[in-house]
């Protein structure tokens, strides 16, 4: 069979099975918890496996493998920064996130935040932050699936990335995040074997890992087994650190660890997850390198796997259009996840602060300001009392459904509006991804683990957390120590001791419920 037919048969298979994943996700769903995070009883293997799904997409089968071509040795060092982080979320982050959230019943990040410091603002300003870094994020990854479908079947990248954002929608909206875990599950596995596929095919087209040294010998090639000469070394761990940090820090990482069913489930999920991320990018990271001399003169480091794919060297028909469908499925690996982290953000964390002002202006004569506020922090669940008093169980199920068929269409238009920023991106995969986890760390990382792990904080040191990182990550690059030192680390200090100051100075916001996990 040719290439094409192999590709069509596999793709149609594939889309057969995500679709019904999709609708089995939909069948095991009833409610907002079970669309937003899986009813929080999901299992450890599941979770672990989408966890390195989730975060390998083509930003890392395209944008990783790819950048040692430019950066070369230093570059493999995102292998232990990957596992060592990974290693720290499931460990400081799963057991306490998962406690916490089930006892302030918190379906997402800013709902997190707002709810344990008691502030609607902070709740606001990150579920705002969180939309803009994810659209950055999903730019790049469909830059990545773009750039491969244009370099191996000769379609338009628009037509591709139109395809992507139609069969990524259709399973996401269907089944939420029941339909997004059993699909990762699908999609890791696909990745797995493809890393494995990738590695062997170079390996054998470069004639042995070997010729890896004679690239070492080469005037033209030795600087790529150098330290601080292609980049310098405190901007290459920079960049290093801020595509992973995301690990402890993004929606749509600890999204996993809200839907775990369990301490017992969180443990099993350390290993999968860890020992999977050592295998696949200790497999990926070398590729670019390997691929020097088999493509000179490449400008564009996002292109050297579509580009490898497409000169069929160490390739054939059949293993190419299998890695043209594992990477398609990293591509929906993590498009899913997303696209779910910015519906449920702007549906529960965005949508309710503006029916809160609503509310708020037509009862303003008849409430007390103290009662107003407290209407703003618990609106949802306060509606959802008052519907079962006035109307019964009717009027509740009423509202999840209009609750579930909004945050649907809020998937769509997600979709809809990274496919358009997609057209002209702003930046490569590396630096999209790069910057987008900087966001994440230099303004969550104070938050969520000093949240996670110290009684003490409130509304105004995680808006000062913020508003500091996100300064810092912006005004950098006009400072003159730019060239030199990546901006998430200025940022960090910066945002973690703004947090520390202001906590210092300003009442602990700690919910009574919460009291029981910082007893000495």
Request: glycine share 8%; proline share 4%; with cysteine.
């Amino acid at each position: 069979m040719s290439f094409q037919a192999v590709l069509g048969v596999l793709l149609v298979l594939y889309l057969a099975l995500m679709v019904l994943l999709g609708w089995v996700g939909r069948q095991r769903t009833h409610g907002v918890g079970d669309y937003y995070v899986g009813g929080r009883s999901l299992g450890g293997v599941a979770l672990g496996l989408s966890f390195f799904a989730t975060y390998a997409s083509t930003n890392s089968y395209l944008g990783f493998s790819g950048k040692s071509y430019a950066y070369g040795a230093p570059w493999l060092l995102l292998v232990p920064f990957a596992v060592g982080l990974s290693l720290l979320a499931w460990t400081l982050v799963a057991p306490r996130l998962r406690e916490f959230t089930g006892v302030l019943d918190s379906l997402t990040i800013p709902d997190f935040l707002g709810t344990r410091f008691d502030s609607p603002a902070a709740r606001f300003v990150s579920a705002v932050l969180v939309l803009l870094a994810s659209l950055l994020y999903l730019t790049a990854v469909y830059k990545g699936i773009g750039n491969l479908f244009e370099s191996l079947l000769g379609i338009s990248y628009l037509t591709a990335v139109g395809l992507v954002l139609a069969i990524v929608v259709t399973y996401t909206s269907i089944g939420g995040f029941h339909s997004v875990v059993r699909t990762d599950v699908v999609q890791a596995l696909l990745m797995i074997g493809a890393a494995v596929l990738l590695f062997v095919g170079t390996t054998r087209a470069l004639g042995g890992v070997g010729a890896l040294f004679e690239l070492s010998q080469h005037p033209e090639t030795e600087s790529l087994f150098q330290w601080n000469v292609v980049v310098p070394t405190s901007v290459l761990l920079g960049t290093l650190f801020a595509t992973t940090v995301k690990f402890l820090v993004e929606p749509r990482q600890l999204s996993r660890f809200f839907a775990l069913k369990s301490a017992r489930e969180a443990r099993r999920g350390i290993w999968v997850s860890t020992l999977t991320f050592f295998v696949v990018f200790s497999l990926l990271t070398p590729l670019g390198m390997m691929a020097r001399p088999l493509l000179l003169g490449l400008s564009d480091t996002d292109r050297v796997i579509p580009e490898l794919l497409a000169a069929g060297v160490g390739f054939g028909p059949v293993s190419t259009a299998f890695l043209m469908l594992a990477i398609l499925s990293a591509a929906m690996s993590s498009l899913d996840s997303v696209l779910l982290v910015m519906a449920s953000t702007f549906e529960r964390d965005v949508m309710v602060k503006l029916r809160v002002r609503s509310f708020e202006s037509q009862s303003l004569e008849a409430q007390s300001l103290e009662a107003q506020l407290l209407e703003a922090q618990s609106l949802e669940t306060q509606s959802r009392e008052r519907e079962s008093q006035e109307t019964g169980a009717a009027a509740a199920a009423a509202r999840t459904a209009s609750t579930l068929r909004s945050t649907r269409s809020w998937v769509v238009v997600f979709a809809l509006l990274a496919a358009i920023a997609a057209i002209r991106p702003p930046g490569g995969i590396v630096e999209l991804t790069s910057f987008s986890g900087a966001v994440f760390g230099a303004c969550f990382l104070p938050p969520v683990l000093l949240g996670l792990h110290w009684r003490r904080g409130s509304g105004a040191s995680v808006l000062t957390a913020i508003g500091s990182g996100l300064l810092v990550l912006l005004i950098w690059r006009f400072t003159p120590w730019s060239k030199t030192v990546h901006a998430v680390f200025p940022a960090i200090v910066l945002s973690t001791s703004g947090y520390w100051l202001v906590a210092h100075q300003t009442a602990a916001a700690l919910p009574e419920r919460l009291e029981q996990f910082f007893v000495r």
